[in-house]
């Protein structure tokens, strides 16, 4: 009898394992694309492009070289956080709060609630699904109920 119930506790940690390192991937393919939409964003910002610079002005800041690397070093320290596993749940903390700036700001102006004030919220949920996906302490932490 317990040769039965030690295979079946071997099977269930392999079938475990199998289903962690599944979620893992997913979580990375998941994080992965709001990670590259952030860097490419901050690139744009220590660039100071004057896509950048415009975009500011119409959004009610200073369309300065300044203000846009401020921005852009900020953006770009939380993302290094958050692709670093050990700081990641800082990282996105931060960047959550990065985000809801920007859809405060598009709220301000009136901007479109789908397409641009929800953007932020949707970059988010991205890199909290894929971090929670990948880090199994967070999912203990904020475990998905039935």
């Known amino acids: 009898m317990s040769s039965i119930a030690t295979a079946n506790e071997s ?10 390192k599944v979620l893992r ?21 220590l660039l100071a492009l004057p896509i950048v610079l415009t975009s500011s002005t119409q959004l009610g800041y200073p369309g300065t ?17 958050y692709v670093y596993p050990r700081t990641a749940v800082l990282g996105a903390v931060l960047l959550t709060a990065f ?7 598009h709220v301000r102006v009136g901007n479109p609630l789908f397409t641009h004030t929800l953007f932020g919220v ?5 890199l909290w699904g894929g971090l929670w996906l990948r880090d ?11």
């Open 99 to 105: 985000l809801g700036g920007t859809v405060a700001t």
């Open 65 to 81: 070289a300044a203000m846009a690397h401020t921005l852009g070093i900020l953006l770009l320290v939380c993302t290094t956080l």
């Open 122 to 126: 949707y970059l988010a949920l991205f």
């Open 11 to 20: 099977v269930r940690s392999t079938t475990t394992l199998e289903s962690s």
């Open 136 to 146: 199994t302490s967070l999912r203990a932490l904020l475990p998905w109920r039935r």
């Open 25 to 45: 991937r997913v979580g990375y393919a998941l994080s992965t694309l709001p990670v590259l939409f952030l860097l490419m964003d901050s690139v744009m910002k």
